[in-house]
């Protein structure tokens, strides 16, 4: 048999089109709607097949095709219009073109996954589609942020559903000559080559780049001639290999992912650690800092950890990275050998105060080493506060140094262009740009009710003929009867109230919840008057039989007689199929068990879109929820029995679907239009577009976290660390005498048991300071409710002012208390640092009475 070698010939795009090389080669800016619709116009058929990537467009179209439109005045003046505007939101910058030191510090954002588009396969699910609206997001705003994660040769499976209605995966490769990216290089005009030191030896990767719009997105690949072939796979497959190949990829993408971008010339100012997959970058910025500048490590934390952001994603504690120490141990001792921190420190860094066990967390490691901490929703904050008390065991669980930024949707990227066109007349051009106003969403009411409804049947048609295509191509992979394959093209009704659930096919998630009383749901989609139907999607991860056989549930339940037509599970969910459900449905289901919701941010496209969003109050729905603009599956109450949670929600949707959604999207008074769904529609709009954006999500992290941090690192940083110098001398000094500090006594000016509304008290306080200087700490009231255990929530923190000293070491402090409110209140004296940092320090620093 001989050996032939393959080569490929792209066709020559003329001079006056170069642009679009460019363009195609920016991967969120070429998918945006004008850049679309101008590589639309080089071919319509082929860009659809090639799944609407334009750099596989531009190398299959014929030669004379490219010759006909660098010929063609109007496509010209489309191209010049485009370019225009590119222009303006790509190639303008204030960060990118200054060459000047300060604008080269970066906020450094660090992923597992980004979802971009369908077409780059390096995202799975939520977090990936979360991290990628977080850079389309940060372009939009012109952050100097660049994005750090792997490339995967095999990315994410592609899912198919056998005849049994089973998940089969496939892991199709990714070809980097088919896709927007380019090869890092060295100055000297050479890949870029670095390494990362492993247990086994070294890691080596090469790194490519990605342009998301203004930022560059940075993707390091191990699949190299210069690696042994056990290695070359560490970046084969996301999520994919056992415990030791997650271990490779994290270390890669914290260790690796900080020394690719330090070579490629970025000084990482703020580094931002979306998920514990990151962690090791902690330990890795802090052991460069105390090599490079002769830190201690107590300087160096405390320098890392002022410039460092971390979010967790995990509502459950089983769901955190942990890794055991017997096969973590060896890593560990391998980036000691590289001059990283000792293992024992490491260790201690990724363990609660006193842990014993044989694991390492990388949330706990992430926390420890950031001082900007946060959660994915308001309610969800809550729970990261409950979660990791023990970590800091003398604080309120209220004051738990964990915050929330709420998720948001790179509106861009999930509206529909007639969606957004129309809005544009009411809220002007670029709208979806920036964030937006409660006020000026309110704009979206004077749209014309008849428009908004004409633009969303056209999306819900629009819905249902993909959706048939879609089913007709799965019918004939599986070489279904002619019989089945012509169903195919009439499921569906183009005019039904169409609902839509589509996401990770977890269990907590319960896909099935509508399909808890089979014949109560029949007979809301048999019903001819006033028909139902649903869209499924989703992808169960390859190890969860428990989520593919809710999927296969569905299938089959999708295959009686009695519905079949009126429920359908599209195979193989992306970024497409999610654009499409999200624009067409009427209402978007979302039922996970409370509180095992992050956030979750499906919906949030959906509403945008003018679907109605129906779920139980978790995530993101308890900020978003209102009469007006939606509806709520149960009450809030959260049971221990799983059973009886589920049939109570089960019961609510239900009741929801035949009483209130059901009726009210039928109920057409004057003709064709149903007003008062409409007006739910106009309240889901502004909603969603005001508090749900992307753009608002990214503006609350750099107003909330890259901005402080990044005055962190100047401030800390000037003048050889001096700052940061003296700064933990002073903080060393108070810790060494903080055992002595006492609250000796908390007394009151009076009884304060027939208290009423105006009165007001005195609370004194003596405080033995052992020497520290009060300057370093502050004395507080702790003041709030009690419960029945005698134990305070939601308690406001009070600063009581000194009023003399009584001896060298002892302090009289002093607050007027006002009884403005009536109630049960309980109180008690603490001192804790003065700064923010020292005290919220693991495992925190207050001292009570």
């Known amino acids: 048999m001989p ?37 639309r116009r080089v071919s319509p058929t082929l860009f659809r097949e090639l799944e609407f990537n334009p750099v596989r467009l531009l190398s299959h179209v014929g030669q004379e095709r490219l010759e006909e439109l660098a010929a063609d005045p109007s496509f010209l003046a489309h191209m ?94 990714n070809d980097v000559h088919r896709l927007p990216i380019s090869r890092c290089l060295r100055e000297d005009g050479q890949p870029l080559l670095l390494e990362v030191p492993l247990a086994e030896g070294p890691l080596r990767f090469t790194a490519w780049k990605l342009d998301v719009g203004r930022i560059p997105l940075i993707l390091l690949d191990t699949n190299i ?28 993408l914290g260790v690796g992912g900080l020394r690719a971008v330090e070579a490629l010339g970025f000084e990482v100012a703020c580094s931002h650690m979306n998920e514990g997959h990151a962690a090791f970058l902690g330990p890795e910025r802090i052991a460069n800092t105390m090599k490079r500048h002769g830190l201690t490590f107590d300087e160096a934390k405390a320098f890392v950890r002022r410039t460092s952001v971390f979010t967790t994603h995990t509502p459950v504690p089983a769901g955190n990275e942990t890794f055991d120490l017997g096969l973590l141990w060896p890593q560990l001792e391998a980036f000691e050998r590289d001059g990283g921190l000792p293992a024992e420190t490491v260790k201690g860094l990724g363990r609660a105060p006193g842990d014993a066990s044989n694991e390492l967390s990388m949330t ?91 633009v969303h049947e056209s999306a819900r048609a629009h819905l249902v003929r993909s959706a048939r295509e879609i089913l007709e191509r799965s019918a004939r992979r599986r070489h279904a009867s002619p019989a089945e394959v012509e169903a195919c093209r009439n499921v569906l009704d183009k005019d039904a109230l169409t609902i839509g659930f589509a996401r990770r096919f977890a269990t907590y998630k319960r896909a099935t919840l509508l399909l808890s009383d089979p014949d109560r749901l029949k007979r809301l989609l048999c019903d001819d008057a006033h028909p139902v139907q649903i869209v499924f999607a989703g992808k169960a991860h390859p190890a969860d039989n428990g989520g593919k056989e809710l999927i296969r549930r569905i299938v089959e339940f999708s295959k009686d007689p009695a519905v079949k037509g009126r429920i359908v599970f599209l195979e193989n969910y992306n970024m497409h199929i999610a654009r499409r459900m999200v624009r067409g449905v009427d209402v978007w289901l979302n039922t996970p068990r409370r509180p095992m919701e992050a956030s979750g941010t499906s919906g949030m496209k959906a509403c945008v879109n003018g679907a109605i969003h129906v779920s139980t109050l978790d995530g993101w729905w308890p900020e978003g929820y209102s009469e007006k603009c939606g509806w709520q599956i149960g009450d809030g109450q ?8 589920n049939w109570n929600d089960a019961q609510s949707l239900y009741n929801l679907l035949e009483s209130e959604i059901v009726p009210a999207f039928y109920d057409r008074p004057h003709g064709e239009l149903p007003l008062r769904w409409i007006g739910m529609m106009k309240e889901s709009i502004k909603m969603s577009i005001s508090r ?24 800390l940083s000037a003048e050889d660390f001096a700052a940061v110098r003296q700064d933990i001398a002073r903080r060393n000094a108070l810790y060494a005498k903080w055992d002595g ?25 003596k405080v033995r300071l052992d020497g520290v200087d009060p300057a370093d700490v502050r004395v507080e009231l702790f003041l709030g409710r009690p419960d029945a255990s005698g134990a305070v929530h939601g308690g406001t923190a009070l600063p009581m002012e000194p009023s003399k000293k009584l001896s060298a ?41």
């Not at 402080?708 to 100047?714: I, R």
């Open 638 to 645: 959260e049971f221990a029995d799983e059973g009886q949670q």
């Open 692 to 715: 749900f954006s992307s753009t608002r999500m990214v503006s609350d992290y750099f107003a909330g976290s890259y901005e402080p941090a990044l005055g962190n690192y100047a401030a």
């Open 3 to 39: 050996t032939f070698r393959t080569y490929t010939v792209a066709p020559k795009v003329p001079e006056n089109l170069s642009f679009l090389t460019r363009l195609a080669n920016n991967v969120w800016w070429c998918w945006n709607a004008d850049a679309a619709a101008l590589f």
């Open 741 to 765: 500090i006492r609250v000796e006594s908390v007394e009151t000016d009076r009884d304060l048991v027939r208290s009423v509304v105006g009165d007001s008290f005195e609370v004194t306080a």
């Open 80 to 173: 010049r219009s485009v370019e225009a505007q590119f222009e303006k939101e790509v190639q303008t910058s204030k960060h990118w073109k200054d060459p000047s030191e300060t604008h080269r510090r970066v906020i450094a954002y660090f992923s597992m996954e980004f979802g971009l588009h369908e077409s780059v396969h390096i995202y799975s699910g939520g977090l990936g589609i979360l991290a990628g609206d977080h850079l389309k997001s940060a372009s939009d705003l012109d952050i100097p942020l660049v994005g750090i994660g792997l490339f995967y040769r095999e990315g994410y499976f592609e899912q198919e559903i056998n005849a049994t209605g089973w998940q089969v995966e496939g892991y199709p490769e």
């Open 225 to 252: 001639p210069e690696n042994p072939p056990e290695l070359r796979g560490v970046t084969g497959q996301l999520y994919g290999g056992d415990k030791r190949n997650r271990l490779r990829q994290e270390a890669l």
């Open 809 to 849: 070491s002892l302090y009289l402090y002093k607050l007027q208390v006002p009884c403005d409110k009536t109630g049960s209140f309980a109180f008690s004296a603490r001192v804790v640092p003065a700064s923010d940092p020292w005290r919220t320090s693991m495992p925190g620093y207050v001292r009570w009475a």
């Open 364 to 454: 706990i490691l992430g926390l420890n080493c950031s001082l900007f901490c946060n959660g994915v929703a308001k309610l969800h904050g809550v729970v990261e506060r409950d979660m990791w008390h023990h970590l800091w065991p003398d604080f309120p669980v209220d004051e738990v140094p964990i915050g929330h930024v709420t998720n948001g949707i790179h509106v861009p990227t999930w509206i529909s262009t007639d969606n957004e066109q129309l809005y544009a007349t009411v809220l002007g051009p670029d709208w979806d740009k920036a964030p937006i106003s409660e006020s000026q969403a309110a704009r979206v009411d004077h749209i014309a009710d008849e428009e908004l409804w004409r």
